[in-house]
T-cell receptor, first 115, second 109 residues
């Protein structure tokens, strides 16, 4: 199994739909992250979970709702999205006990298109 | 504010050497990372620098000058598979990664 797995790889949804992105890590890490990657823009950190508690929110719109049921799984629930939310959504994990080298391991991302 | 700057795109020839620069202004500094991202794939870790100087790892080397807020990634003996985006990221005082927009490297035969 790969280190960080995301499903689905591709998702097309209407603005009134509700969908969820899933991320699973098999690395024994204690922190997980959701990032948004838009073309030619820096990676935008959306949410951070450390030891299953959310530690960062970064003013993300409420139409994005994260869930971290345990240290290996992370979800991003989506509802009433806008076309500008179309992007690559990346999940990552790291070991926060290895400060300051908080190397992040990324999943392959979900390419989201909102129509 | 916090800012990471790197060139948007660079072109180099197979077998040559290329240097990708990154300058940063962040609140605190807890190391600088370089990641490689092929189109449609996950970013993968290349290097980490927290002290000044050059770190060499095979064909790739990374340099850091904390006083200048500057780093570069040096790629030698370029291969076609090195065509990718290269992302610079800095750990700030809260140990969060601040990311640059990435440099798209195009390798020509």
């Amino acid at each position: 199994e790969t280190g960080v797995t995301q499903t689905p790889r591709h998702l097309v949804m209407g603005m009134t739909n509700k969908k969820s992105l899933k991320c699973e890590q098999h690395l024994g890490h204690n922190a997980m992250y959701w990032y948004k990657q838009s073309a030619k823009k820096p990676l935008e950190l959306m949410f951070v979970y450390s030891l299953e508690e959310r530690v960062e929110n970064n003013s993300v719109p409420s139409r994005f709702s994260p869930e971290c049921p345990n240290s290996s799984h992370l979800f991003l629930h989506l509802h009433t999205l806008q076309p500008e939310d179309s992007a690559l959504y990346l999940c990552a994990s790291s070991d926060r006990d290895s400060y300051p080298n908080t190397e992040a391991f990324f999943g392959q991302g979900t390419r989201l298109t909102v129509v | 504010g916090q800012n990471i700057d790197q060139p948007t795109e660079m072109t180099a020839t197979e077998g040559a050497i290329v240097q990708i620069n990154c300058t940063y202004q962040t609140s605190g500094f807890n190391g600088l990372f370089w990641y490689q991202q092929h189109a449609g794939e996950a970013p993968t870790f290349l290097s980490y620098n927290v002290l000044d100087g050059l770190e060499e790892k095979g064909r790739f080397s990374s340099f850091l000058s904390r006083s200048k807020g500057y780093s570069y990634l040096l790629l030698k003996e370029l291969q076609m598979k090195d065509s990718a985006s290269y992302l610079c990221a800095v750990g700030d005082s809260n140990y969060q990664l601040i990311w640059g927009a990435g440099t798209k490297l195009i390798i020509k035969p």
